[in-house]
Nanobody, 125 residues
Framework: QVQLVESGGGLVQAGGSLRLSCAAS????????MGWFRQAPGKEREFVGA????????YYADSVKGRFTISRDNAKNMVYLQMNSLKPEDTAVYYC??????????????????WGQGTQVTVSS
C-alpha cells in the first residue's frame, strides 16, 4: 500500500517556476515507477512525465519536454516535478501516481495503482 500526497501548487505568472512535491508512505516506495499527470477543467487527465523506480530514466510529454523535470529521492520517499517557463495552458490540477512496472507504458493512467489527491497549479498570463 502506498499513499501519496502532493504539495507545492499555487498561482504563478507566465514564465515563472514552481516545484511540486509528492510525499509517499510505505517502505516499498523505491520499487514503484512514478508518474505525473494533470487535469484541466473539462479535459481528460493528461500525462506529464514519469520516472523509473531507480531514477535512472525519465520520460516526458512533448508539451512539457525541456521545461519540466522529474526527480526522486528514494531515501526520503519523495518525487518532485520542477516546472519552469510556465504557460497559462499548464494550468491544471497535478497528480502524482505510483505503479509497479508502469514505466513501460507510463502515459497510460491505468498503469498506475495509487494516486494522490492533486494540487492546483494556476498560471496567469
Amino acid at each position: 500500500q502506498v499513499q501519496l500526497v502532493e504539495s507545492g501548487g499555487g498561482l504563478v505568472q507566465a514564465g515563472g517556476s514552481l516545484r511540486l512535491s509528492c510525499a509517499a508512505s510505505g517502505r516499498t516506495f523505491s520499487s514503484y515507477d512514478m508518474g505525473w499527470f494533470r487535469q484541466a477543467p473539462g479535459k481528460e487527465r493528461e500525462f506529464v512525465g514519469a520516472i523509473r523506480w531507480s531514477g535512472s530514466s525519465t520520460y516526458y510529454a512533448d508539451s512539457v519536454k525541456g521545461r519540466f523535470t522529474i526527480s526522486r529521492d528514494n531515501a526520503k520517499n519523495m518525487v518532485y516535478l520542477q516546472m519552469n517557463s510556465l504557460k497559462p495552458e499548464d494550468t491544471a490540477v497535478y497528480y502524482c501516481a505510483a505503479g509497479r512496472g508502469s514505466y513501460r507504458r507510463s502515459w497510460l493512467p491505468a498503469e498506475y495503482e495509487y494516486w494522490g489527491q492533486g494540487t492546483q497549479v494556476t498560471v496567469s498570463s
